[in-house]
């Protein structure tokens, strides 16, 4: 009997084992679907799996009391709209352009929420998130854009766009960007409209002609040398009937 009893107990410490060995790693293969490349790292980093897994929960449970909101559409759309400038200047200012890019970027952050005032907080709340764009974006935080070379540079715009778009959304889907181009398009034409406003309201001001004074001599003139046009034209009809 006590050996039964043993058996039943050991096949129960076996079980709970199995159970909470599956159980950490389901909870390690959702932390690293979510973190991507950053669970790697960190596990690098930190020199064991259990270690970078407490770390990548820990995090969690930071970012969950922050208050990370999503950008409305028109914060989308005015966004969409700095950076399709930025990219522009980079043709010219390659360096200036990546440093706006940097900029622009930390705006976002702040508008969502995250401690844009502290690097590290916020480098750790990004990977929660946002943990695929962050493997190119953190290569590009200590890149020297006054001495890099075009390449560099075009590489860091690269792994700036990547996490632009994903911390905007705007790489969520076709629709997100749909909706916000149309709300650009209407800002365009708004702006438009402005521009034109003073040419149009001087083209529809309705010209005031100078004010006519009668002149009852002048009108008498005339009618009557209307008249006598009219009676010389019925004088020559008579003189010379046609044939």
């Not at 991507?36 to 020199?47: F, I, N, W």
């Not at 990370?68 to 005015?78: G, H, K, T």
């Not at 522009?88 to 622009?104: C, K, Q």
């Not at 974006?137 to 766009?161: G, K, P, Q, V």
Request: aromatic share 4%.
């Amino acid at each position: 009997m006590t050996g039964a009893i043993i058996g039943i107990v050991i096949a129960v410490i076996v079980v709970v084992a199995v159970v909470f060995v599956a159980s950490a790693e389901m909870r390690r293969a959702k932390l690293r679907r979510q973190f991507g490349p950053e669970y790697d790292r960190l596990v690098e980093k930190l020199g064991s799996k259990r270690k970078a897994d407490a770390e990548l929960a820990e995090r969690q449970r930071r970012v969950r009391e922050l208050n990370i909101r999503d950008l409305s559409p028109e914060q989308q759309a005015s966004y969409s709209g700095d950076w399709a400038a930025i990219q522009e200047r980079f043709v010219d200012s390659p360096a200036e352009a990546v440093g706006a890019a940097h900029t622009l970027i930390w705006n976002v952050m702040r508008d969502r929420g995250y401690p844009a005032d502290d690097r590290t907080a916020s480098m750790d709340a990004l990977t929660v998130y946002h943990g695929r764009s962050m493997e190119g974006y953190r290569t590009t935080l200590n890149l020297r854009a006054d001495s890099a070379s075009t390449e560099e540079l075009r590489e860091a715009m690269i792994r700036n766009r990547a996490m632009f778009e994903d911390l905007t959304g705007l790489r969520e889907s076709e629709p997100a960007r749909d909706r916000v181009a149309a709300i650009r398009d209407r800002g365009a034409d708004r702006n438009a409209v402005a521009d034109n406003e003073p040419h149009t309201a001087a083209a529809a001001e309705p010209v005031t002609a100078a004010p006519v004074t009668a002149d009852p001599v002048a009108e008498d003139r005339d009618l009557a040398a209307r008249d006598e046009e009219r009676a010389a034209e019925n004088a020559s009809r008579t003189a010379y009937p046609p044939r």
